[in-house]
């Protein structure tokens, strides 16, 4: 497994499943932060990694 | 038949709060489980452990607590959160890590969170036996 987006979505997923588990009682409330946070992950991801596109690589 | 959630007179007692927190360090979900909390307790108990596989299987490294740079002690604490799986890890030939590896910063990554989480676990299991959720 080389792809770092596929790495990133899983890394948010299992952090979104334990803190939404952890923080909301009903499984509706559960699948509606979880998803809620894995979203933002992947936006906040995406959008750094593409700021940090312009700035070299040594 | 399964076995009764604890008492809250069980839950109350200081010993039997160190045991709770022991237990749910060491197998990640067994506190909710023990607390009657069992959805809760067997998402935790697939998933951080699966997290911390999937760790090892890119290749991370399991950090011990040598002294000589600052952060490798916080990193093996971190890990170390996972609970028994940390030490089953060794045996088995894993942890060692390739820092050739394309995955071996992604696999620390998942190591060290998969502990961290597991103490969040063992936080959230410790408030509900003292009545706070």
């Known amino acids: 497994m080389h792809s770092h987006l596929l790495m990133m979505a899983l890394f948010a997923f ?3 499943l334990v ?5 909301k009682d009903t499984p509706r409330e559960q699948a509606r932060l979880g998803g809620v946070m894995f979203a933002g992950f992947m936006l906040v991801g995406l959008v750094v990694s593409w700021l940090m596109y312009p700035f070299p690589l040594r | 038949m399964s076995p009764a959630p604890a008492t809250t007179a069980e839950k109350s007692q200081p010993g039997g709060l160190v045991l709770l927190c022991l237990a749910a360090w060491a197998i990640p979900g067994i506190g909710h489980i023990w607390l009657g909390r069992r959805a809760k307790g067997f998402v935790f108990l697939i998933a951080l452990p699966l997290m ?6 890119l290749h991370g490294r399991l950090f011990s607590f040598d002294t000589s740079d600052v952060l490798t002690p916080l990193e093996a604490a971190a890990q170390l959160g996972i609970g028994v799986t940390y030490f089953l890890a060794g045996p088995i030939g894993a942890g060692k890590g390739d820092v050739r590896a394309i995955t071996y910063e992604y696999g620390i990554s998942f190591l060290i969170v998969a502990g961290l989480l597991n ?14 959720k």
């Open chain 1, 19 to 23: 803190f939404a588990v952890l923080a």
């Open chain 1, 14 to 16: 299992f952090v979104s």
């Open chain 2, 52 to 57: 911390f596989a999937i760790g090892l299987a």
């Open chain 2, 119 to 132: 103490l969040l676990v063992v936080i959230d299991a410790y408030d509900i036996a003292l009545g706070r």
